[in-house]
Each structure stands twice: as C-alpha cells, then as structure tokens.
C-alpha cells in the first residue's frame, strides 16, 4: 500500500524557516523523482522543486530560488524541503508528489498535504 506523509508544516513569522518531510513507503522510492508542490487558496497548484532519482539534479520555481532547497534520502524514503527567508507568499498547503515514467505508464502518488503559514 503506497503511503505519502507530509511533516513539518506550521506557523512561521515572516524571514523564519521551516523544514518539511515526506516520507513514503509502499512503492521503489529511489525510482522515483520526488517534487514539492503548494497551493494557495485561490490558486492552482504549482510545481516548487524536485529532485531526481540520485539527488543530483534539482530544480526550483523561480519565486523560492536561493531560499529553498532540496534533498532526499533513499535509506530512509524520505525527501525534504528546506525553507528560509520565509515570505507571507509562501503561505499555501505544500504537498509531496512521486512521480515515474515506465513507458507507456506513468505512476504518481500525492501526499494529503501540510500547511505553511506565514503571518506576523
């Protein structure tokens, strides 16, 4: 049974940082890419970083470059996301995505979510 579960979350004050885990558990986490997404109330959910099957790729919505990272442990199932220089527009519900291409299948697997909030 594929489980994803979101950690981390909370109530930050502006310039504050916060470190999110995803742990997974049920499928190969090592063959999949792993990635952050947020959403927003009000808006659509947006890619924020992923990281490839090794670790040794990444990429970053251009809105938390410098200020986020991100990386993973495959002894451990986990991936995480770093975040400083927190900014009220980083408020959203974050969630973690697996993802894996096995042509002609495509297998994904979502997380339910953790909240970041950050108010002064």
């Known amino acids: 049974q594929v489980q994803i579960v979101e950690s981390g979350g909370g109530l930050v004050q502006p310039g504050g940082s916060l470190r999110l885990s995803c742990a997974a558990s049920g499928f190969t986490f090592s063959s999949y890419v792993m990635s952050w997404y947020r959403q927003a109330p009000g808006k659509e959910r947006e890619l924020v970083a992923e990281i490839t099957t090794t670790g040794g790729g990444t990429n970053f919505v251009d809105s938390v470059k410098g200020r986020f990272t991100i990386s993973r442990d495959n002894a451990r199932n986990t991936v995480y996301l770093q975040m400083n220089s927190l900014k009220p527009e980083d408020t959203a519900v974050y969630y973690c995505?697996?993802?894996?291409?096995?042509?002609?299948?495509?297998?994904?697997?979502w997380g339910q979510g953790t909240q970041v909030t950050v108010s002064s």
């Open positions: 995505n697996a993802r894996r291409s096995v042509w002609p299948q495509m297998y994904s697997y």
